[in-house]
């Protein structure tokens, strides 16, 4: 007679991604919550200054565009709606200093004032603009 084993062997193999991942859980764990010590072993005076610092804060500019289009620097009304107009008050006002500029424009005001705004501020060479807008209500 013969007799045949049923035993199939079985390829007995260990799946290694869990412990991967636990394993770069355990790392990004031990990077996020590791504090460097910022002291110094070396004790320095630093030399002193005479005068004191100032430090001016940052003017800005604010442009706003009410709905009929006409311009206003800081709350003060420009004569007309032009370029040219906005332009010389803009070079004026920031005296040769790049100054952030924030425009606020009416939401019923004509979109050629906004864009004619934001072209002048271009050609200004000013980087630092933003558009306040506001939440609807609810």
Request: aromatic fraction near 6%.
């Amino acid at each position: 007679m013969n007799f045949h084993s049923s035993n199939i062997e079985e390829d007995a193999n260990i799946n290694l991604t869990p412990l991967i991942d636990v394993v770069f859980l355990l790392l990004i764990f031990f990077m996020v919550s590791t504090t460097f010590d910022t002291t110094s072993q070396l004790k320095i005076n630093l030399p002193e200054a005479s005068q004191e610092q100032t430090s001016v804060p940052p003017q800005k500019l604010n442009l706003l565009i009410d709905a009929k289009g006409n311009f206003y620097i800081n709350s003060r009304e420009l004569t007309n709606n032009r370029s040219a107009t906005l332009k010389a008050a803009l070079e004026r006002v920031m005296a040769g200093n790049k100054l952030p500029i924030v425009i606020q424009s009416d939401a019923d005001s004509p979109v050629q004032s906004l864009v004619t705004a934001m072209d002048v501020v271009g050609q200004l060479g000013l980087s630092q603009v933003s558009i306040a807008t506001t939440r609807p209500i609810e």
